[in-house]
């Protein structure tokens, strides 16, 4: 059974259609990655399937169990198995990096707040921010604010990682380690893993599948690894995007 079921999802700004009928799958363990041109609505579908919008038609479902026809407290049970980095990491920048990681354990658990502190190191040592704990925001890199926001998506321990543009910002180096840094927590956490991304580094060094959405004709116009893509699709547009920077 998929992780991830997306069907016959419409999505639509008041009456503009921004992508229609899109229908795939994220299967267990995949590191799926939603790609195409700026502007096709790449974001928009996260946001759908993380519940934040609803879509004008269609269905998102994580392992069999619908989520939008879902009651408050089915979809709260869903939503406690997703972890979340947003582009710029979305750090509170008034709190400390613990502080901000201790969020969400704060609101969703019991735990008592020794323990909080503990899980709070643990999720900064894993992504490489071990005795950064104290640090504000302002006062570490953009890749470090890109990995302490991982640490406060992961801190619920979730089965699902969801990340928008996580190379956005950030310079060739800090974008490769990052991408390490993913593939090293799915392989040690098991996690499912869903992308939005133009940055074809990323996409050819850890994407295991992948959708293409299409700006003009609004849908999927590609679906499969992205290896296989870059070498059996032939549609031009999707050759186009796979090859950029090869010309000249």
């Given at each position: 059974m998929p992780r991830i079921d997306v069907r016959d999802l419409t999505m639509m700004y008041g009456d503009r259609v921004i992508q229609h009928d899109l229908t795939f799958a994220v299967e267990p363990g995949e590191i799926f990655v939603i790609m195409g041109p700026s502007g096709t609505g790449k974001s928009t579908l996260l946001r759908h399937m993380i519940g934040l919008v609803p879509p004008a038609?269609?269905?998102v479902a994580y392992d069999g169990?619908?989520?939008?026809t879902a009651d408050a407290e089915g979809r709260q049970r869903l939503l406690r198995r997703i972890g979340v980095l947003y582009q710029q990491g979305a750090l509170w920048s008034s709190r400390t990096l613990a502080e901000n990681i201790a969020l969400p354990l704060e609101e969703f658990t019991d735990l008592p707040p020794a323990l909080v502190r503990e899980v709070v190191s643990l999720k900064l040592a894993l992504v490489g921010l071990g005795g950064f704990d104290d640090f504000y925001p302002s006062e570490i890199s953009g890749g470090m604010r890109k990995r302490a926001g991982l640490a406060r998506a992961m801190a619920l321990d979730p089965d699902i990682l969801f990340f928008d543009e996580p190379s956005s910002g950030l310079d060739p180096i800090s974008s490769r380690r990052l991408d390490d840094l993913i593939l090293e927590l799915r392989e040690s956490l098991g996690a499912t893993v869903v992308i939005v991304t133009h940055e074809l580094a990323s996409i050819f060094a850890i994407g295991t599948n992948a959708v293409?959405?299409?700006?003009e004709r609004k849908t999927i116009i590609a679906a499969g690894p992205p290896t296989k893509l870059?070498?059996?699709c032939r549609d031009e547009?999707?050759?186009r995007f796979l090859t950029r920077?090869?010309?000249?």
């Open positions: 038609r269609g269905e169990a619908s989520f939008w293409f959405l299409d700006d870059l070498q059996e547009k999707v050759r920077g090869e010309r000249g």
